[in-house]
């Protein structure tokens, strides 16, 4: 039934595994591994600007900053999404393994040697890298202008190579088994909205991708090939260096046209999920499916056409800026639907407050911030004034920090279960909620005060300028005390995660009395998912509360009841 | 348990997804480059300084080898004779080959990677392509042994020709 | 891990019960915690300690905006929070259910869309556009032209001198004090031209075209009280305009990350009436003496 024999020893059990369960798991707990030192990073920054102490000098905190941003975004979010996607997509679908098994694990290992460059970059002479998670040249791209544009940019560069390597490849898994290894029945409008969410997120990584490399390969020629593709002369100690006749915005053309997509590649399946975990303990189907898909497909397609946001105040053609604006503000109208959707679908709930669904509903009021604080950016003249505040810091963590983290473990806790076959313990887990999700919206809303103050972003010591005084000022350290509560909780997270896998509740098949195929699989599922023959799928993947039916779920894989559920169509 | 693996219409079908969006991100990555090489382009010409240097006589051999090697991929696939496969590849070898002797043309003539912009777009173009060159080469060896991905393999060098052209295009069209 | 004795079929060995032991209530006190900090969000940002009252025409313009945004988006978020928590509150019960037909749905989608592309295009189009245009399309009238040179990690301001033309420069003339903005000697008008540290000067109520180049990296020019911020591109000159409505001393700072002193790239402006200006610009001499 499997390409792949069930794996005998451990090393090709636990390690080289090619099973996509495994592989799954082995994503996540690197991201948490990785998580855990991007969070560490996180608290030094904060330290720094509460109590600037002599500890950190300049170089150390911009260093900070950028291995916090770039790990984070592309070390902890992206692949804490691999994983998921990895674990969720073949249960999903009800399909045996990835359609690519030996590229999936090569994939996983590709990003744990990208992890190692990554953090052996600390080591280099000058530092790691320290021009920003976005490496704009030409302070990227020559050491005389800051130290850690040295080796470390260098290793920067190569671990994000081969992290777009890893993460193109399991795209094109992901890609390859939701289109073609769904189970009989399981059409693409009877797809779970996890995998929705996955697909355009996939499509989306596909195809934005490749420009991050093209400029990647651009600024590494500019380092170490003495070209000019982004580098222009300058004077450094009245010493004239020639560096060419160099386009600098070239790079954030191509930087954000990647950028702006990778947004949304690790927000949408985090979105997506929601419904899933709503529509499981509200016990009714997720409101509006397909209006969701529809607005799922315009948000991908318009994230493609509005990078330029990133730019307005880099002297670009105001008429292009113009445009920017507009086009990206249409954005909130998708988006807008997939809020609507997300609170309608508790409209008359039968709630059940389980740990899952409190981190769910935390992530819908966390969208909401982060949704309205993109409408002052993405709108060119007040983008004028709070673009590199913090207000944009603010805007960002509450959308792929705060959004992502909470639906992650909505996630994690939701699926749990059928990963280990035990539960995790709902004390604890209500806990880590109660610790987290206040801590954490409170910690970027109010990043977003400070940027209403005007305070710059990437700076070392903020008490230079005598316009932050007041205001500002008093809230960073409120801010910090905050932040470390929010990462502190993480610990109760890990005893619970770690605890619980070997000593948890037994759960059972479908602890949360579910309706999607995974739900169909033993916990944890076999080999293969699914025992001899795959599961056969009858209708939409919400069919909670069916009317004019007896029972509190109809499973995707039920065979159709006496009574015609609502929707019988045959599959296409 | 039943040990069929992936039903053969389906790994038909993944194949062709799997080539499908290999193709649509290396498409992506030449329009970067392709978009880059236009603002250089526009900056520099602006400024009086676009000086683009004659391309080795070398290339248009090249590109005639990349042709006729695609021709013989082609009848390759329809007719399966493996020896047109290993005449493929063999001279998908002399066009990397030609394009390395392409590279030191240039610098014997003092073209560098760094002397304009228009040298550098030159060379990090046609590395690049030259490095997808060499994959595909990979894949095409494989194909001679698994008939049901030949004319994909196949399919894919006649992209990375057209690729080819297309990177032709950008640096004598535009 | 992945390894098991189960077989689909089999019962589960002890399942796990679902237990409802915590009601609506605990929804309600989650929504309730989001429902303050969003109030006290909204309220907060409206006041007025954030930001530096706007001390230019454009920087009222760009107020305007964000009060807009501020009260159109404030009120989106707090109805859709008190949605959220009334539904929490009022459950639903029972399993009787009537799902709403593709039609409610599809309404429900089209509200979202006619409402934000209302809100957020007449924030770009009406309210925004006009300030945009001013900044960047419209000619200023009777300006003040100056130039503002960014490096590593200081601001230098350059004055026409009494010919109103700048001279000519380049990197290559760039040499410590005797000539930190690169000008050229032999230019006639390079030779009046006024450099004046990290300090600059300029009238009230008169519109400021501001140049900027930089000597290295990418800097970026910001004006909290001005509202306003413009990036200094190396190789390129990029322009901004601000036009002062009250005098005093204000900061610039240095918005985007340019290296090690990026934090302390402070610089100054200060807005003198246009008397006291145009004698201050008087006593000033040129550079090179002209
Ligand atoms: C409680 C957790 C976190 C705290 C306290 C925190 C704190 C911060 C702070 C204060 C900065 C700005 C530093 C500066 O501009 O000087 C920053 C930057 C950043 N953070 Fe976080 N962060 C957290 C979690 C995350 C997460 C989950 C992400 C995931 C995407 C993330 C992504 C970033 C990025 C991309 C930057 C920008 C780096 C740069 O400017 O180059 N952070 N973080
Ligand atoms: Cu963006
Ligand atoms: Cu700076």
Redesign the pocket.
């Given at each position: 039934m499997l390409d792949h024999p069930a794996p005998k020893g451990f090393l090709s059990r636990y390690v080289f595994s090619l099973d996509h369960k495994v592989i799954g798991i082995q994503y996540i707990v690197g991201a948490i591994v990785m998580g855990l030192v991007?969070?560490y990073l996180?608290?030094l920054?904060?330290t720094q600007?509460a109590w600037s102490g002599a500890i950190q000098q300049p170089e150390d905190y911009l260093a900070i900053?950028?291995m916090?941003?770039t790990l984070?975004?592309f070390f902890?979010?992206s692949p804490l999404l691999s994983g998921l996607g990895n674990y969720l997509i073949p249960l999903h679908i009800g399909a045996r393994d990835m359609a690519y098994p030996l590229l999936n694990m090569l994939s996983f290992w590709i990003y744990v040697l990208a992890s190692v460059i990554m953090l052996a970059s600390f080591l280099m002479p000058g530092g790691a890298a320290a021009g920003?998670?976005?490496a704009y040249p030409p302070l990227s791209g020559s050491e005389s202008f800051l130290p850690g544009s040295g080796w470390g940019q260098t290793l920067w560069i190569l671990g994000m190579a081969l992290f777009i390597t890893s993460f193109t490849m399991g795209g094109l898994n992901f890609l390859t088994t939701i289109l073609n290894m769904r189970t009989k029945g399981m059409t693409l409008f009877r797809m779970p909205l996890t995998v929705w969410g996955f697909l355009v997120a996939t499509v989306l990584a596909l195809l934005a991708f490749p420009p991050l490399t093209a400029a990647a390969l651009m600024l590494l020629f500019d380092r170490h090939g003495g070209t000019s593709f982004f580098m222009v002369d300058a004077v450094i100690n009245d010493q004239l260096i020639a560096m060419g006749d160099g386009t600098p915005l070239l790079f954030q053309h191509l930087f954000w046209f990647l950028g702006h997509p990778e947004v949304y590649v690790i927000v949408l399946p985090c979105i997506c999920l929601l419904f899933e975990v709503l529509a499981a303990f509200t016990r009714r189907p997720a409101f509006g499916y397909r209006p969701s898909i529809y607005a799922l497909l315009c948000v991908g397609l318009l994230s493609m056409i509005v990078w330029g946001h990133h730019m307005f105040v880099t002297g670009m053609n105001p008429w292009v800026g113009k445009y920017f604006s507009i086009a990206t503000v249409i954005i909130t109208a998708p988006f807008a639907v997939i809020g609507v959707n997300l609170v309608a679908s508790v409209w008359r709930a039968r709630l059940r407050l389980a740990t899952p669904m409190l981190f769910a509903l935390a992530t819908i009021s966390a969208i909401g911030f982060g949704g309205v604080g993109g409408l002052f950016l993405g709108t060119m003249t007040s983008d004028i004034y709070f673009h590199d505040t913090y207000f944009v810091?603010g805007h960002?963590?509450l959308m792929?920090?705060t959004v992502?983290?909470l639906s992650i473990m909505a996630a994690i806790y939701f699926w749990f279960p059928k990963m280990f076959g035990k539960m995790m313990s709902e004390k604890l887990g209500k806990l880590h909620f109660w610790l987290t999700a206040p801590s954490?919206m409170a910690?970027f809303i109010l990043m977003h005060m400070q940027g209403l103050g005007g305070m710059v972003?990437?700076?070392y010591d903020t008490s230079v300028y005598t316009y932050n005084e007041g205001a500002n000022s008093s809230l960073t350290t409120p801010i910090t005390i905050l932040?470390m509560i929010?990462?502190g909780a993480q610990a109760i997270f890990l005893w619970n995660f770690f605890y619980s896998a070997f000593k948890g509740q037994p759960s059972g098949r479908n602890p949360w009395e579910a309706s999607t195929l995974e739900w169909e699989a033993p916990s944890p599922p076999p080999h293969g998912n699914f025992g001899d023959e795959l599961p056969i799928v009858h209708r939409g993947p919400y069919e909670y509360s069916p009317e004019g039916v007896d029972q509190d779920v109809l499973p995707q894989a039920a065979p159709d009841p006496d009574v015609a559920s609502t929707d019988t169509e045959i599959p296409e | 348990m039943s040990t069929t693996g992936i039903a053969a219409p389906v790994r038909a079908q993944n194949r062709r997804v799997l080539v499908a969006a290999l193709v649509a991100t290396v498409v992506m990555l030449f329009t970067a480059f392709a978009a880059a090489y236009l603002e250089h382009q526009g900056a520099a010409r602006a400024a009086n300084k676009w000086s683009p240097v004659a391309l080795p006589g070398v290339v248009w051999i090249n590109t005639a080898i990349l042709a006729f090697s695609s021709v013989l991929a082609e009848v390759f696939r329809q007719s399966r004779r493996r020896g047109l496969l290993w005449g493929a590849m063999g001279l998908g070898l002399v066009f990397l080959g030609g394009q390395v002797f392409a590279w030191l043309e240039l610098r014997r003539s003092g073209v560098y990677l760094p002397t304009n912009s228009y040298a550098s777009f030159f060379y990090i173009l046609t590395i690049v392509h030259a490095a997808h060159i060499a994959l595909a080469l990979v894949a095409l060896a494989t194909a001679a042994r698994r008939p049901r991905i030949a004319s994909l393999c196949v399919g894919f060098w006649h992209f990375l020709g057209v690729v080819w052209i297309y990177v032709l295009f950008i640096l004598k069209g535009l | 891990m992945t390894e098991t004795v189960e077989s689909p079929t089999a019962p589960d060995p002890k399942p796990y019960q679902w237990n409802n032991g915590s009601g609506p209530g605990g929804g309600a006190l989650l929504l309730i915690a989001f429902f303050l900090i969003g109030t006290i969000t909204v309220i907060a940002g409206f006041m007025a300690g954030w930001r530096p009252p706007a001390a230019s025409e454009e920087g009222q313009g760009i107020d305007e905006t964000i009060t807009y945004l501020l009260v159109s988006t404030g009120v989106i978020v707090l109805v859709g929070h008190a949605v959220l928590c009334w539904f929490l509150l009022k459950g639903g019960g029972t399993s009787e259910y009537r799902r709403p037909s593709a039609k409610t749905e599809w309404l429900f989608g089209l509200i979202p869309v006619i409402l934000m592309l209302a809100i957020s295009e007449a924030g770009v189009l009406i309210v925004s556009g006009p300030v945009w245009d001013s900044l960047f399309v419209e000619k200023p009238v009777n300006p003040v032209r100056v130039e503002v040179i960014g490096k590593q990690f200081e601001w230098i301001v350059r004055y026409p001198g009494k010919d109103g033309i700048f001279g000519k420069f380049a990197l290559k003339w760039v040499h410590g004090v005797d000539n930190p903005a690169g000008l050229d000697d032999t230019d006639d008008n390079a030779l009046d031209d006024v450099l004046n540290g990290k300090v600059l000067v300029v009238p009230v109520g008169r519109p400021v075209v501001v140049s900027l180049r930089s000597h290295d990296v990418i800097h970026s020019f910001f004006v909290p009280d001005f509202r306003v911020k413009q990036d200094l591109l190396p190789g390129y000159t990029t322009e901004i305009k601000f036009t002062p409505t009250r005098t005093g001393k204000f900061e610039i700072a240095c918005a985007e990350l340019c290296g090690l002193g990026h934090y302390n790239m402070r610089g100054e402006v200060h807005v003198l009436p246009q008397e006291e200006y145009d004698t201050w610009i008087r006593s000033q001499t040129g550079h090179f003496g002209g």
């Amino acid at each position: 039934m499997l390409d792949h024999p069930a794996p005998k020893g451990f090393l090709s059990r636990y390690v080289f595994s090619l099973d996509h369960k495994v592989i799954g798991i082995q994503y996540i707990v690197g991201a948490i591994v990785m998580g855990l030192v991007a969070a560490y990073l996180a608290l030094l920054i904060r330290t720094q600007l509460a109590w600037s102490g002599a500890i950190q000098q300049p170089e150390d905190y911009l260093a900070i900053v950028t291995m916090h941003g770039t790990l984070m975004v592309f070390f902890v979010v992206s692949p804490l999404l691999s994983g998921l996607g990895n674990y969720l997509i073949p249960l999903h679908i009800g399909a045996r393994d990835m359609a690519y098994p030996l590229l999936n694990m090569l994939s996983f290992w590709i990003y744990v040697l990208a992890s190692v460059i990554m953090l052996a970059s600390f080591l280099m002479p000058g530092g790691a890298a320290a021009g920003g998670w976005t490496a704009y040249p030409p302070l990227s791209g020559s050491e005389s202008f800051l130290p850690g544009s040295g080796w470390g940019q260098t290793l920067w560069i190569l671990g994000m190579a081969l992290f777009i390597t890893s993460f193109t490849m399991g795209g094109l898994n992901f890609l390859t088994t939701i289109l073609n290894m769904r189970t009989k029945g399981m059409t693409l409008f009877r797809m779970p909205l996890t995998v929705w969410g996955f697909l355009v997120a996939t499509v989306l990584a596909l195809l934005a991708f490749p420009p991050l490399t093209a400029a990647a390969l651009m600024l590494l020629f500019d380092r170490h090939g003495g070209t000019s593709f982004f580098m222009v002369d300058a004077v450094i100690n009245d010493q004239l260096i020639a560096m060419g006749d160099g386009t600098p915005l070239l790079f954030q053309h191509l930087f954000w046209f990647l950028g702006h997509p990778e947004v949304y590649v690790i927000v949408l399946p985090c979105i997506c999920l929601l419904f899933e975990v709503l529509a499981a303990f509200t016990r009714r189907p997720a409101f509006g499916y397909r209006p969701s898909i529809y607005a799922l497909l315009c948000v991908g397609l318009l994230s493609m056409i509005v990078w330029g946001h990133h730019m307005f105040v880099t002297g670009m053609n105001p008429w292009v800026g113009k445009y920017f604006s507009i086009a990206t503000v249409i954005i909130t109208a998708p988006f807008a639907v997939i809020g609507v959707n997300l609170v309608a679908s508790v409209w008359r709930a039968r709630l059940r407050l389980a740990t899952p669904m409190l981190f769910a509903l935390a992530t819908i009021s966390a969208i909401g911030f982060g949704g309205v604080g993109g409408l002052f950016l993405g709108t060119m003249t007040s983008d004028i004034y709070f673009h590199d505040t913090y207000f944009v810091v603010g805007h960002f963590h509450l959308m792929i920090g705060t959004v992502t983290m909470l639906s992650i473990m909505a996630a994690i806790y939701f699926w749990f279960p059928k990963m280990f076959g035990k539960m995790m313990s709902e004390k604890l887990g209500k806990l880590h909620f109660w610790l987290t999700a206040p801590s954490m919206m409170a910690v970027f809303i109010l990043m977003h005060m400070q940027g209403l103050g005007g305070m710059v972003r990437r700076t070392y010591d903020t008490s230079v300028y005598t316009y932050n005084e007041g205001a500002n000022s008093s809230l960073t350290t409120p801010i910090t005390i905050l932040a470390m509560i929010a990462v502190g909780a993480q610990a109760i997270f890990l005893w619970n995660f770690f605890y619980s896998a070997f000593k948890g509740q037994p759960s059972g098949r479908n602890p949360w009395e579910a309706s999607t195929l995974e739900w169909e699989a033993p916990s944890p599922p076999p080999h293969g998912n699914f025992g001899d023959e795959l599961p056969i799928v009858h209708r939409g993947p919400y069919e909670y509360s069916p009317e004019g039916v007896d029972q509190d779920v109809l499973p995707q894989a039920a065979p159709d009841p006496d009574v015609a559920s609502t929707d019988t169509e045959i599959p296409e | 348990m039943s040990t069929t693996g992936i039903a053969a219409p389906v790994r038909a079908q993944n194949r062709r997804v799997l080539v499908a969006a290999l193709v649509a991100t290396v498409v992506m990555l030449f329009t970067a480059f392709a978009a880059a090489y236009l603002e250089h382009q526009g900056a520099a010409r602006a400024a009086n300084k676009w000086s683009p240097v004659a391309l080795p006589g070398v290339v248009w051999i090249n590109t005639a080898i990349l042709a006729f090697s695609s021709v013989l991929a082609e009848v390759f696939r329809q007719s399966r004779r493996r020896g047109l496969l290993w005449g493929a590849m063999g001279l998908g070898l002399v066009f990397l080959g030609g394009q390395v002797f392409a590279w030191l043309e240039l610098r014997r003539s003092g073209v560098y990677l760094p002397t304009n912009s228009y040298a550098s777009f030159f060379y990090i173009l046609t590395i690049v392509h030259a490095a997808h060159i060499a994959l595909a080469l990979v894949a095409l060896a494989t194909a001679a042994r698994r008939p049901r991905i030949a004319s994909l393999c196949v399919g894919f060098w006649h992209f990375l020709g057209v690729v080819w052209i297309y990177v032709l295009f950008i640096l004598k069209g535009l | 891990m992945t390894e098991t004795v189960e077989s689909p079929t089999a019962p589960d060995p002890k399942p796990y019960q679902w237990n409802n032991g915590s009601g609506p209530g605990g929804g309600a006190l989650l929504l309730i915690a989001f429902f303050l900090i969003g109030t006290i969000t909204v309220i907060a940002g409206f006041m007025a300690g954030w930001r530096p009252p706007a001390a230019s025409e454009e920087g009222q313009g760009i107020d305007e905006t964000i009060t807009y945004l501020l009260v159109s988006t404030g009120v989106i978020v707090l109805v859709g929070h008190a949605v959220l928590c009334w539904f929490l509150l009022k459950g639903g019960g029972t399993s009787e259910y009537r799902r709403p037909s593709a039609k409610t749905e599809w309404l429900f989608g089209l509200i979202p869309v006619i409402l934000m592309l209302a809100i957020s295009e007449a924030g770009v189009l009406i309210v925004s556009g006009p300030v945009w245009d001013s900044l960047f399309v419209e000619k200023p009238v009777n300006p003040v032209r100056v130039e503002v040179i960014g490096k590593q990690f200081e601001w230098i301001v350059r004055y026409p001198g009494k010919d109103g033309i700048f001279g000519k420069f380049a990197l290559k003339w760039v040499h410590g004090v005797d000539n930190p903005a690169g000008l050229d000697d032999t230019d006639d008008n390079a030779l009046d031209d006024v450099l004046n540290g990290k300090v600059l000067v300029v009238p009230v109520g008169r519109p400021v075209v501001v140049s900027l180049r930089s000597h290295d990296v990418i800097h970026s020019f910001f004006v909290p009280d001005f509202r306003v911020k413009q990036d200094l591109l190396p190789g390129y000159t990029t322009e901004i305009k601000f036009t002062p409505t009250r005098t005093g001393k204000f900061e610039i700072a240095c918005a985007e990350l340019c290296g090690l002193g990026h934090y302390n790239m402070r610089g100054e402006v200060h807005v003198l009436p246009q008397e006291e200006y145009d004698t201050w610009i008087r006593s000033q001499t040129g550079h090179f003496g002209g």
